[in-house]
């Protein structure tokens, strides 16, 4: 009955896990991010892939493949070089499983076959399963004190990170449960000797028993302690003849041992009700969930991480055919195991709270890319904040240097970035510095591609200040709000823009004004001209005016003002003012 | 003497001849430089978008360098502008210092205002001396023109900066003279570089280099130097996009501070990256000693 419900169970979450496999992999070829995708269709992406995969292996590239797999993938050293603990984390969990799968699940295909004399429960199978159980528990024991305890900043822990703990952690438990309730079982100890003892005297039986309960932590209903020495030495005797053979002392199991001693009050219970049997089913049914569940959790990075780490080692953006880099950056979706260390280096990391927006934080915004890459439609709130995630970036390229499993990142926010400005919603992060990296790589698109963002966020603005238009032409003069205040304060002495009386010395000195000879046309207002009329209390004239959004912040203009205006800094105060205001008018 | 060295995010990508002319410099002057892994943005490219959070992110770096005890030593002229603004207005300010101290408290750290914020320029000139610099130089040029840039943030505003007269500087000067060079008299030295408006207006931004390359030429120069991340990049990385774009253009190479001064310290040319330059300054070589 066991039997055939575990072969039942077995084969069930196998084939979800070969399907869901399946599906994934299909995924790389299909789904879709950024510029490089756009006009690759699915099979001319598969077979470059298999043409570029043979490419590798049968050329030098090889041994960088080798190199990285063993360096990278097996000794995990981009985890090392960023942090230590969570190398040993990681090294325990991967190599604990990895030999529990292979020696303790796996018996039959591999300890069985290499090695003539395998079984469980003899040493150094029985001691090894123990010692490799409680590696992965060492691990798991630091991965929630990183997750749950360190209080790292901005370390995000979601659903799909306390999945991962739970099921490897339900395994391990389940699996030392159930050895420690089998150690204590006198079920068990009556079974054994059924099956393998070939006793047939009762007293030579109840010996054994009253040795094995002394010796080795069996709890029986008819013998206890304290043991005649004889009754002991007969045990021991039948023990060493029958038993010692096939099985080494429980003690070796070392974990299940000491589980069976917080379990052995409640031994005569558990035998009564099978307890041996439910934690098989606990521990067999978290195994399949596991195995099924693993193509869709985070635990498919077993898969994608080393594909990724060997794809982007033997890859470069310039030769590469961009097929090939349109499927990595869809792998490269899964291979993230959202460990964070991206988002711990991150330059701009610190403004994400600040934004109320997540979506700053690299390992934060893979998610929502998953979500665009599959083709799903964003709503417009999830499209403006994963916009203003992938523009607020520096592009220092600290988060790619330091993924553990390899990912481009800042490769796939320049496309992610180029995908969502297409749709149109104005970006007013575009007129600042953080466009410089864009205009650096504007060869890689049209023109018109390139300048729309800019015409959409000038557009939005002018939009907005058209308002004013509407009334013949005439500007009331508004009483400035609190905020408005607010904001003159905070960069400093930027109220000083009452002193001013015109003399136009900061106009004269304005490289940008000079540049386009103080022509109105094109710069709407000029400074000393934008000075009045924040005193006359009209910014909406100024947000406009062509001059704001050009200043080269070179503070000329503030230098040489003979009243001390702090010009350049009441420019940054209204280039805020201007963008807080649009954005709410625009969400309101 | 240690610092902590502050980058400037896209040097890692774009310029990493500065990275590694810094580290050889500095280590031939005996300075020692300690890489922080916690800096992050010194917040200049969020002052258009948002002051407190450019605010938030400067203050930041102040903190993680105050845990360690080290002073800063800035190579880009926003970087150094942005951070001692930054610090200004911590100092003045009692109710940002309270809201933006207050958010840095949750990852548990202070603001004291113990950090001082210091350009290379800054450091060469005041604390090394132009005398050190003579004596330590192993190779002479044979004085190549060189029209000095400035940058804005190193000059303006007076308060904030702290390092020349904003009108009549000649301290980068006289670290060019020092170094072999022929520092030229130029119109346009303390102008902007245009940078600051590349990716939102090319076409300002090109204007701005332009005039700055052409009062170079008009002046003599043969070479550019400079002593910022953004303006290297502006004068190599876009006056080359420059000269496929207006054709009238002719290059005129831009070296970093840290590139001649190497040379003269006797660190090879590999070392300082002078063959990764987009305009290309291996003219430079030709007037060594």
Not at chain 1, 146 to 161: G, Y
Not at chain 1, 409 to 430: D, I
């Amino acid at each position: 009955m066991v039997h055939m419900v575990f072969n039942v169970l077995l084969y069930t979450s196998l084939g979800i896990f070969v399907l869901g496999l399946i599906y994934k992999i299909s995924t790389w070829f299909t789904w879709k991010v950024g510029l490089l995708s756009e006009d690759i269709t699915t099979a001319t992406r598969f077979f470059a892939a298999i043409k570029g995969a043979l490419g590798v292996i049968f050329s030098a590239k090889i041994l960088t493949v080798v190199k990285v797999f063993i360096l990278d993938v097996l000794c995990e050293r981009r985890i090392l070089k960023e942090d230590a603990l969570r190398w040993l984390m990681h090294m325990l969990i991967f190599y604990g499983f990895m030999l529990l799968l292979l020696m303790h699940a796996l018996d039959n295909f591999f300890s069985e076959q290499l090695f003539s004399d395998f079984y469980p429960t003899v040493n150094p199978f029985m001691f090894l399963r123990d010692l490799f159980g409680l590696l992965v528990i060492a691990g798991v024991a630091i991965a929630l004190y990183r997750r749950f305890i360190m209080k790292i900043p901005r370390l995000k822990t979601n659903s799909m990170d306390h999945y991962a703990i739970i099921i490897v952690a339900v395994i391990m438990i389940s699996g030392i449960l159930l050895e420690g309730a089998k150690i204590i079982s006198h079920g068990e100890f009556q079974s054994m000797v059924e099956e393998y003892g070939d006793l047939d005297d009762e007293e030579e039986i109840a010996a054994l028993e009253s040795f094995w309960v002394a010796e080795f932590g069996v709890v029986s209903p008819n013998v206890k302690a304290p043991f005649d020495e004889e009754i002991l030495a007969q045990g021991r005797e039948t023990h060493e003849a029958v038993c010692a053979d096939c099985h080494s002392a429980p003690q070796w199991a070392f974990t299940g041992y000491a589980a069976g001693k917080v379990l052995s009050p409640m031994a005569l219970t558990l035998d009564k009700i099978g307890g041996v049997d439910i934690l098989l089913y606990i521990h067999f049914l978290a195994c399949f969930v596991g195995l099924a569940y693993l193509p869709f959790s985070k635990m498919f990075h077993i898969i994608a991480s080393p594909l990724s780490l060997i794809a982007n080692a033997v890859m470069d953006l310039e030769k590469s055919d961009p097929a090939n880099i349109a499927t990595r950056q869809i792998m490269e979706l899964d291979a993230c195991t959202h460990c964070g260390t991206c988002t711990t280096r991150c330059s701009v990391g610190v403004t994400s709270e600040l934004f109320k927006n997540a979506s700053i934080l690299p390992s934060e915004k893979i998610a929502a890319i998953k979500a665009l890459a599959s083709g799903k439609e964003l709503g417009e709130q999830e499209i403006r904040h994963l916009q203003e995630g992938v523009y607020l970036c520096t592009n220092c390229h600290r988060c790619t240097d330091v993924c553990p499993v390899g990912i481009n990142l800042q490769e796939l926010w320049f496309n992610v970035r180029e995908t969502l400005l297409k749709k149109g919603y104005p970006e007013f992060l575009t007129l600042t510095p953080f466009s410089y990296y864009r205009g650096i790589n504007s060869g890689r698109m049209t023109e018109a591609q390139y300048l729309l963002p800019l015409k959409t966020a000038k557009g939005a603005i002018e939009d907005a200040c058209r308002q004013i238009d509407a009334e013949g032409g005439v500007v009331p003069p508004t009483k400035w709000g609190d905020r408005a205040k607010k904001q003159l304060k905070i960069t400093s002495d930027a109220d000083t823009f009452s002193h001013c009386f015109s003399c136009t010395t900061c106009s004269t000195v304005c490289p940008v004004a000079t540049n386009y000879g103080n022509d109105l046309e094109i710069l709407g207002m000029v400074p000393h001209q934008m000075m009045q009329a924040v005193i006359l209390g009209t910014p909406e004239l100024v947000y406009r005016s062509g001059m704001l959004w050009d200043c080269l912040g070179c503070y000329e203009c503030q230098q040489h003002c003979p009243q001390g205006v702090h010009i350049t800094d009441i420019f940054y105060a209204l280039k805020n003012l201007a963008i807080d205001e649009i954005t709410e008018k625009r969400s309101s | 003497m240690n610092f902590a060295i502050f980058r400037c995010c896209p040097a890692s990508v774009l310029l990493k001849q500065y990275e590694k002319s810094t580290d050889a410099v500095m280590a031939a002057l005996g300075v020692g430089l300690v890489d922080i892994k916690e800096f992050n943005c010194c917040g200049h490219p969020l002052k258009n978008y948002d002051y407190k959070a450019y605010l938030l992110a400067s203050v930041r770096n102040l903190c993680v360098a105050e845990k360690y005890n080290l002073n800063i030593l800035t190579v880009c002229n926003c970087c150094y502008g942005n951070l001692k603004n930054a610090d200004h207005i911590m100092r003045e300010d009692a109710s940002i210092r309270e809201e933006i101290g207050g958010i840095l408290n949750r990852e548990g750290l202070r603001y004291n205002g113990v950090i001082k914020i210091r350009h290379l320029l800054d450091f060469l000139y005041n604390d090394v001396g132009l005398d050190q610099i003579r004596q330590k130089q192993v190779k002479t040029l044979n004085k190549p023109k060189i029209a000095v840039h400035y940058g804005c943030h190193i000059l303006r505003p007076r308060e904030i900066a702290e390092f020349d007269s904003p009108e009549e500087p000649s301290k980068f000067d006289q670290l060019v003279e020092a170094a072999g060079a022929q520092s030229m008299d130029w119109n346009a030295k303390v102008k902007c570089c245009g940078a600051s408006v590349f990716g939102v207006n090319d076409n300002l931004a090109m204007d701005m280099t332009e005039m700055k390359v052409n009062e170079a030429r008009k002046a003599g120069a043969e070479f550019l130097c400079v002593s910022c991340v953004y303006c290297q990049l502006q004068f190599d990385r876009v006056q080359k996009m420059l000269g496929d774009k207006r054709k009238n253009i002719k290059p005129l190479p831009s070296i970093l501070y840290t590139q001649l001064l190497g040379l003269c310290l006797g660190i090879d040319a590999e070392t300082l990256g002078i063959h990764q330059n987009q305009i290309s300054i291996s003219g430079i070589l030709d007037f060594m000693g």
